[in-house]
C-alpha cells in the first residue's frame, strides 16, 4: 500500500487541489484508492460531498490518521492519499510519519517558499521521501517554462531541494472542476490542465516504484537530504 501526503505549512499552496485532481485521476475500479481528509477546514470532504458517488470513498482523519492507514491496510487498499492542514499539529506528524511520498505543494513566492523549509525538516526528520510541485505559475510557451519558474527552479536545486520537473499551472479548469466535484478530465477530457494531473501522477507512481525498489531510472523525489 502507497500512502502519498500532500503537505506545506503554507495555506493555499494547492494541498486540497492536487489530493482532488489526484485522487479522481487515479481512481478506478481496479485501482482502490482511500481518500483522507485530516484538515479540519474540510475543503476535500466540500468536493467529495459535491462530487455525491464515493467514488473514491473518504474518511476523516482530523483526529489522527495512524488508525485509518493500519485499517487500509488491512482492507488491501492500495493507494491512501492524505490532505493535511496547513500547520505543523500533531495530525501533520502522524501523516508525514505514515507516507510513502510526500508531495509539498509550493507557489513561487517568498512566504510559500520559507514555509516548504519546515514542511521538509520535518520530514527529513522522519526520513520519509518527499518531492516538491511547483504549483500555480504562468504556462509554458513553446514548452519552455516562464524565466520566473526557470530561475525559481533552478534556486531550489542549488538548494538541493527535490522538485518534480513538471508544473501545475494557473488554470480556472482547476477550480472550475473541483466545484463542480470533478477531477480535470472529468470537466474537460483532453484539456492541458488533465495533461499536467495526468503527468504529476506518472512522476507520483515512477517515484513510488524507485521507494520500493521496483523502478531504477531517475525518480523526482529524495529521502533525507
Ligand atoms: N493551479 C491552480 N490554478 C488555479 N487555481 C488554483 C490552482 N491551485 C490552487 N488553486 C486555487 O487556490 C486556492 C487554494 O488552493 P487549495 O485549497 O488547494 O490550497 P491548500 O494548500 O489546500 O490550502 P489550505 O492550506 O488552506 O488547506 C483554491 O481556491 C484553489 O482553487
Ligand atoms: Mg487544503
Known amino acids: ?10 495555506g493555499g499552496s494547492g494541498k486540497s487541489t ?5 485522487a479522481a485521476h487515479a481512481y478506478k475500479p481496479s485501482r482502490s484508492v482511500l481518500l483522507v481528509d485530516a484538515d479540519p477546514q474540510g475543503s476535500l470532504t466540500l468536493w467529495h460531498k459535491l462530487r455525491g458517488t464515493n467514488e473514491p470513498p473518504l474518511v476523516d482523519g482530523t483526529d489522527g490518521v495512524r488508525a485509518i492507514v ?9 493507494w491512501v492519499f492524505i490532505d493535511t492542514p496547513p500547520t505543523m499539529s ?9 507516507a510513502t511520498l510526500i508531495i509539498i505543494p509550493a507557489r513561487l513566492t517568498l512566504f510559500d517558499l520559507a514555509a516548504i ?17 511547483i504549483n500555480g ?15 525559481a527552479r533552478a534556486a531550489l536545486t542549488s538548494l538541493n531541494v527535490p522538485v518534480w520537473s513538471g508544473q501545475i499551472t494557473t488554470r480556472n479548469n482547476y477550480s472550475l472542476a473541483l466545484a ?9 477530457a483532453g484539456s492541458e490542465a488533465a495533461n499536467e494531473i495526468a503527468s504529476l501522477w506518472t512522476a507520483i507512481d515512477k517515484s513510488v516504484k524507485a ?14 537530504a
Not at 493500519?70 to 492500495?78: D, L, P, T
Not at 505559475?137 to 530561475?151: A, G, I, K, L, Q
Not at 520500493?212 to 533525507?224: F, I, Q, T
Open 90 to 98: 500533531a495530525v501533520v506528524t502522524d501523516a508525514i510519519h505514515a
Open 137 to 151: 505559475v504562468p504556462p509554458r510557451r513553446d514548452n519552455t517554462e516562464s524565466p520566473f519558474v526557470r530561475e
Open 18 to 22: 492536487l489530493t482532488a485532481h489526484l
Open 117 to 133: 523549509k519546515e514542511t521538509m525538516d520535518l520530514a527529513r526528520q522522519l526520513r520519509r521521501p518527499y518531492a516538491v510541485v
Open 70 to 78: 493500519s485499517s487500509a491496510k488491512r482492507q488491501g487498499y492500495e
Open 180 to 188: 463542480e466535484g470533478e477531477g480535470a478530465a472529468e470537466y474537460e
Open 211 to 224: 521507494i520500493h525498489g521496483h523502478y531504477a531510472g531517475v525518480a523526482m523525489h529524495r529521502v533525507a
Open 1 to 10: 500500500m502507497n500512502v502519498i501526503v500532500f503537505a506545506s505549512r503554507k
